[in-house]
T-cell receptor, first 112, second 116 residues
Framework: RKEVEQDPGPFNVPEGATVAFNCTYS??????FFWYRQDCRKEPKLLMSVYSSGNEDGRFTAQLNRASQYISLLIRDSKLSDSATYLCVVIVLTGGGNKLTFGTGTQLKVEL | DTGVSQDPRHKITKRGQNVTFRCDPISEHNRLYWYRQTLGQGPEFLTY????????KSRLLSDRFSAERPKGSFSTLEIQRTEQGDSAMYLC??????????????FGEGSRLTVL
């Protein structure tokens, strides 16, 4: 089983739609959680942090469920510019420091 | 440009040859990471440095792979006796302080390796 699992998609949605992605992680010792965005042929960039209490940034809402070991990302009122791959990231504190593990990514295509 | 820079951006080599990639992190960042990414997959962790110390190394990093960060600034990733399965994008990232706090890694644009 992979440490971090995501539905690869693609999710094809019309502009203005609401779309949600889930990500599950296997290591119960995971400490911190984030969503990254990666545009085609570009490097990943941090989108937002994920907290148990939820985190909202404009049209984006991230949520963590520690008991079920999954995190989610909700995008409201999708824009064409939201088309990208969304990567779930889990951090485990190891003896050597921090190990950031990325999921496989979920591809989103927003269409007219 | 004060971001993470990687060199070369593209490398095509024949199977069995050695290749070396260089990464220059953001100057004040003391943590440096190497990842490998193939098409349709997320970045896979390879190794991690805090200053010049290599603190974590993935099982993916076989004996043919070696990474260094001799002065705690730039880093090199060398692949010896390349195989076709090594073809991938090699991404370098850096962070200021523990990534667990902010989760923010600053990635370079990557070095794409093609092994023929």
């Amino acid at each position: 089983r992979k440490e971090v699992e995501q539905d690869p998609g693609p999710f094809n949605v019309p502009e203005g739609a609401t779309v949600a992605f889930n990500c599950t992680y296997s290591n119960s010792a995971s400490q911190s959680f984030f969503w990254y965005r990666q545009d085609c042929r570009k490097e990943p960039k941090l989108l937002m942090s994920v907290y148990s209490s939820g985190n909202e940034d404009g049209r984006f809402t991230a949520q963590l469920n520690r008991a079920s070991q999954y995190i989610s990302l909700l995008i409201r009122d999708s824009k064409l510019s939201d088309s990208a791959t969304y990567l779930c990231v889990v951090i485990v504190l190891t003896g050597g420091g921090n190990k950031l593990t990325f999921g496989t990514g979920t591809q989103l295509k927003v269409e007219l | 440009d004060t971001g993470v820079s990687q060199d070369p951006r593209h490398k095509i080599t024949k199977r069995g040859q050695n290749v070396t990639f260089r990464c220059d992190p953001i100057s004040e960042h003391n943590r440096l990471y190497w990842y490998r990414q193939t098409l349709g997959q997320g970045p896979e962790f390879l190794t991690y440095f805090q200053n010049e110390a290599q603190l974590e190394k993935s099982r993916l990093l076989s004996d043919r792979f070696s990474a260094e960060r001799p002065k705690g600034s730039f880093s090199t990733l060398e692949i010896q006796r390349t195989e076709q399965g090594d073809s991938a994008m090699y991404l370098c990232a850096s962070s200021l302080g523990p990534a667990a706090h902010t989760g923010e890694l600053f990635f370079g644009e990557g070095s794409r390796l093609t092994v023929l």
